[in-house]
């Protein structure tokens, strides 16, 4: 089975601390996406990376930016955390351009007071 | 731009009775790929069906399948049979180039014992 791990499940931070959000798969797939989830929205695309070193922006990157230096790992980075990036984030993958499915990881609540 | 709408935001269904979530999408491609993910209290996204639009033939999985009516692009879910574990968000979502997907605000359903 496809596995993507989220580093944490409950994070709770300083506004103004920076912000760094892990996802680890195990398949060996090109491509991974960080979006964030938010009652009545839906999930937004923040990032996506289709390759190592590669990312491009999605619907919703301001106040976010991202680093893939090895394939398996996908992070998410907040620079400066404020309190409307109070939110949920999932980190999925995906095996390639396919339109194969996309796995994903269990979530990060995260909390910014 | 791409758009995925669902128009419920929360349905109620008997235990064993069947239900109908219903989405709308907007594109401009020819050939793409649409699926229905459910996302139970654990958090944890799970694929529930998928359809790739170059099919007429509905995608149907066990007590799910769908009705697609590409010139309509109308994509709704049908439970049948709905069980207590069935009850969850379930998310719309439409995918093309670069494996990007979008997804709609979400529908939580709830099951009635």
């Known amino acids: 089975d496809v596995k993507v791990t989220q580093s944490s499940r409950y994070l709770v931070k300083r506004t103004g601390e920076k912000v760094f959000l892990e996802c680890v798969q195990d398949m060996d797939h090109e491509n991974m996406f960080w979006y964030r989830q938010d009652p009545g929205l839906g999930l937004r695309l923040i990032y996506f990376s289709y390759d190592v070193k590669m990312k491009e922006k999605g619907d919703i990157p301001e106040g976010y930016s991202v680093s893939r230096e090895k394939k398996e790992r996908f992070s998410l980075i907040l620079e400066s955390a404020s309190t409307n990036q109070t939110s949920m984030y999932l980190c999925a993958s995906s095996r390639d351009r396919k339109n194969t499915e996309a796995f994903f990881g269990q979530g990060t609540r995260l909390t910014v007071v | 731009a791409q758009t995925v709408t669902q128009s419920q935001p929360e349905m109620s269904v008997q235990e064993a009775e069947t239900v109908t979530l219903s989405c709308t999408y907007d594109?401009?491609?020819?050939?793409?790929?649409l699926f229905w993910y459910k996302q139970p209290p654990s958090r944890q996204m799970i694929l529930v069906i998928r359809q790739e639009a170059y099919k007429q033939q509905n995608a149907t999985e066990n007590r799910f399948s769908v009705n697609f009516q590409k010139a309509a692009k109308s994509f709704s879910l049908k439970i049948s049979d709905s069980q207590l574990g069935d009850a969850a968000m379930y998310f719309c979502?439409?995918?093309?180039?670069?494996?990007?997907?979008?997804f709609g605000s979400g529908t939580k359903l709830n099951v009635k014992p």
């Open positions: 979502a439409y995918s093309y180039n670069f494996n990007k997907f979008y």
């Open positions: 594109t401009s491609e020819s050939d793409y790929y």
